[in-house]
T-cell receptor, first 112, second 108 residues
């Protein structure tokens, strides 16, 4: 287990297209988080899972965004009808029942 | 509203000089405080947390509840400390709120 992995690492898409990102957490971690980071800012919380249950969603997460963690292992984050303002780095993190979060390398999204 | 302020976007010091990265927070309840670091071309990783009261890579951070601050300090900066540093309070539920970060450059 080499830590949290995210795929793809980079995604370029045209405005209006749908995109899906995947996060594979550290295997024994039951908590999984998604963050978004834009240039010059720190990561912003998007949503959080404990096992397969989505426990909290930020109001930043519009109805175009949906996240799932169907079996309590990997998670997907989908953005529908992408907009240029969605361009950012999308970070995934996982943890045990402890606030110490282990981060993935991120997926950089560019919306043209 | 929960807020984290890191007042310095950029901080530059010479090797061997002391360094202090400031963090002030406004948070409901009693958050746990963390510092995360991101070295060039690496992922974000935990540097230290206030409950452990450890010194990691020579860095320490003191939680001042009265001033709601959690400044990161190192008495003698090294070139390998050059990185982006984020202060991040965390709720009991695990959600972290990150500051906008301070880029530390340690010059030879």
């Amino acid at each position: 287990d080499t830590g949290v992995s995210q795929n793809p690492r980079h995604k370029i898409t045209k405005r209006g297209q749908n995109v899906t990102f995947r996060c594979d957490p550290i295997s024994e971690h039951n908590r999984l988080y998604w963050y978004r980071q834009t240039l010059g800012q720190g990561p912003e919380f998007l949503t959080y899972f404990q096992n397969e249950a989505q426990l909290e969603k930020s109001r930043l997460l519009s109805d175009r965004f949906s996240a799932e963690r169907p079996k309590g292992s990997f998670s997907t984050l989908e953005i529908q009808r992408t907009e240029q303002g969605d361009s950012a780095m999308y970070l995934c993190a996982s943890s045990l029942a402890d606030p110490n979060q282990f981060f993935g390398p991120g997926t950089r999204l560019t919306v043209l | 509203a929960q807020r984290v302020t890191q007042p310095e976007k950029l901080l530059s010091v010479f090797k061997g000089a002391p360094v202090e990265l400031k963090c002030n927070y406004s948070y409901s309840g009693s958050p746990e405080l963390f510092w995360y670091v991101q070295y060039s071309r690496q992922r974000l990783q935990l540097l230290l947390r206030h409950i452990s009261r450890e010194s990691i890579k020579g860095f320490t951070a003191d939680l001042n509840k009265g001033e709601t601050s959690f400044h990161l300090k190192k008495p003698f900066a090294q070139e390998e400390d050059s990185a982006m540093y984020y202060c991040a309070p965390n709720t009991n539920a695990g959600k972290s709120t990150f500051g906008d970060g301070t880029t530390l450059t340690v010059k030879p």
